[in-house]
């Protein structure tokens, strides 16, 4: 499935859009962090659970949970909201 | 991840020759200093008489650098603790003096707890230590919340060290992070003794200074003699809250302390600590955050102190900043603020943005709130700003390469 990366990411992927497969977001996560290492722990903590302004968007709409299923023709948007000077 | 970096050649301001000097012998070694910000990492290489010097940086733009350290038994190598004030933290490597960088694979991370539990999560790390100099490529990590990490591969990999950070004990003199500073409690001043690798120290703002003699099997608390803010029982470990802790390396069996409730000194093997900041001028008070110790005279030490007083300013005590030196184990403190501005000034000094090279005589350097580098040739006798206008400085380490 496409993923879009946000900016503070670009220094791992090189590119906004990448390719990535996973039957949910903490599968697609570890394919990301296969294909680009050091990703997933700059975005997910230890607990497993998403950073603080890090958002997960599948087809437009936010999803909370790690768990969350995808499908291989979904699109992912990885954000951060920015905050703070 | 690999980065390069931008280099330039730039005149810092006041590196100026303003008088005629008498010769002096030219150290062999140049220092470099490394200076962590919270905007990023620079990098000043001294020539052979520290009078100028060539910035490198900056690294990591955008990135809160909470420590950078040169590895003293490669002289080569160097860690940054650094993590974005969104992304999770990491630690960036570099093998070139800072050519280029490669990230952790394994950055400080607490265990995992079983599902449904509530686990810890390592904010950033705050403090980088090299190991003893019998351990090549082995150091360890302090992080906010309070943690102990190790790396044995050069800093690729880190892995929870000893008991503490799960033991219910240490747990509870960690306090939350509704006890720590306001951007989170930290676990700190990791020291190892030059005489002994099994033997260390580290420090937690709050929760007291400890030692191991196991190699870090296990700790306990060494607070005897440091005192609490009034009212809270100092029998109570969580109430301890010593901002830097250094150990002499030409008496490893002194260290000095700056504390939130003042200025201490412990000669081993005694456990009492001594408040030598009782002998700060009154006006001033002991209250500051970094300690700096000689490389070769356990006597001498230097303090930058803050407004400690109502609601904690935490700025330069009347607006005027100055270091303070002890000469004689803290028995007397003579101020040295020539060259320091002199009214209206009001930045202060982080816990380790403070510290000393090994030349004779002994360069000091110190970093500001407000961006500012400074420096001194002479021990503190003359003071120089060599670089300004940058992020908040969070830390200054001297190595020599």
């Not at chain 2, 005149?11 to 140049?30: D, L, M, Q, V, Y």
């Not at chain 2, 790396?151 to 240490?170: A, H, K, L, Q």
């Not at chain 2, 006890?179 to 937690?204: C, E, Q």
Request: contains cysteine.
């Amino acid at each position: 499935m496409k993923v879009l990366i946000p900016s503070p990411l670009l220094s791992y992927t090189k590119e906004r859009k990448v390719e990535a497969t996973g039957a949910t977001i903490t599968e697609l996560l570890a394919d990301l962090d296969r294909q680009y290492p050091g990703l997933r722990f700059r975005v997910i903590d230890e607990q497993d659970q998403m950073r603080p302004h890090m958002r997960f968007f599948v087809n437009g709409e936010q999803v909370f949970g790690m768990t969350h299923s995808l499908s291989p023709h979904d699109e992912v948007l990885i954000v951060q909201a920015l905050s703070g000077g | 991840m690999v980065r390069s970096t931008k280099k330039s050649a730039i005149r810092k301001p006041g590196s100026a020759a303003r008088t005629t000097r008498a010769p002096r012998r030219h150290p062999a070694r140049r220092v470099l200093v490394l200076v962590a910000t919270r905007k990023g990492a620079w990098l000043l290489h001294g020539d052979a008489t520290r009078r100028t010097w060539r910035v490198d940086g900056p690294h990591f733009l955008g990135h809160i650098v909470n420590h950078l350290v040169l590895d003293p038994r490669d002289g080569r190598t160097l860690l940054a603790a650094a993590k974005t004030g969104h992304l999770g933290p990491t630690i960036f490597r570099s093998t070139d003096l800072g050519r280029t960088w490669k990230e952790a694979a394994r950055p400080p991370a607490f265990a995992k707890v079983p599902d449904g539990g509530k686990g810890r999560v390592v904010d950033h790390t705050f403090w980088l230590t090299p190991c003893h100099a019998n351990e090549p490529n082995a150091w360890y990590a302090g992080t906010s919340p309070q943690g102990l990490f190790r790396s044995d591969d050069g800093g690729i990999t880190w892995e929870p060290f000893s008991v503490i950070n799960d033991d219910p004990r240490y747990r509870t003199w960690m306090g939350s992070v509704q006890d720590g500073t306001p951007d989170g409690p930290k676990l700190h001043s990791i020291i190892v003794d030059p005489r002994d690798p099994a033997h260390l120290y580290f420090a937690m703002s709050g929760g007291g200074v400890h030692e191991s003699i196991d190699g870090g099997r296990t700790f306990a608390p060494i607070v005897k003699g440091m005192e609490v803010v009034e009212g809270f029982d100092p029998a109570n470990i969580a109430f301890h809250d010593p901002h830097c802790v250094r150990l002499c390396p030409s008496n490893p069996d002194r260290l000095y302390q700056q504390n939130h409730c003042g200025i201490y000194r412990l000669d081993r093997p005694s456990k009492q600590w001594v408040r030598i900041g009782k002998n700060m001028p009154k006006r001033v008070g002991d209250i500051g955050f970094p300690m700096v110790v000689h490389p070769r005279d356990a006597d001498t030490a230097w303090v930058f102190p803050m407004d400690g007083t109502t609601v904690w300013p935490r700025t330069s005590p009347d607006g005027k900043p100055s270091v303070y030196v002890t000469r004689n184990g803290g028995k007397r403190w003579q101020r040295l603020d020539s060259g320091l501005p002199t009214s209206q000034t009001w930045w202060t000094v982080k816990r380790q943005a403070m510290t000393a090279d090994a030349q004779d005589p002994v360069g000091l350097y110190f970093g500001t709130t407000s961006g500012e580098l400074w420096m001194s040739r002479d021990e503190g006798k003359r003071w120089t700003c060599i670089a300004r206008h940058l992020p908040e400085i969070y830390g200054v380490e001297a190595a020599e390469v």
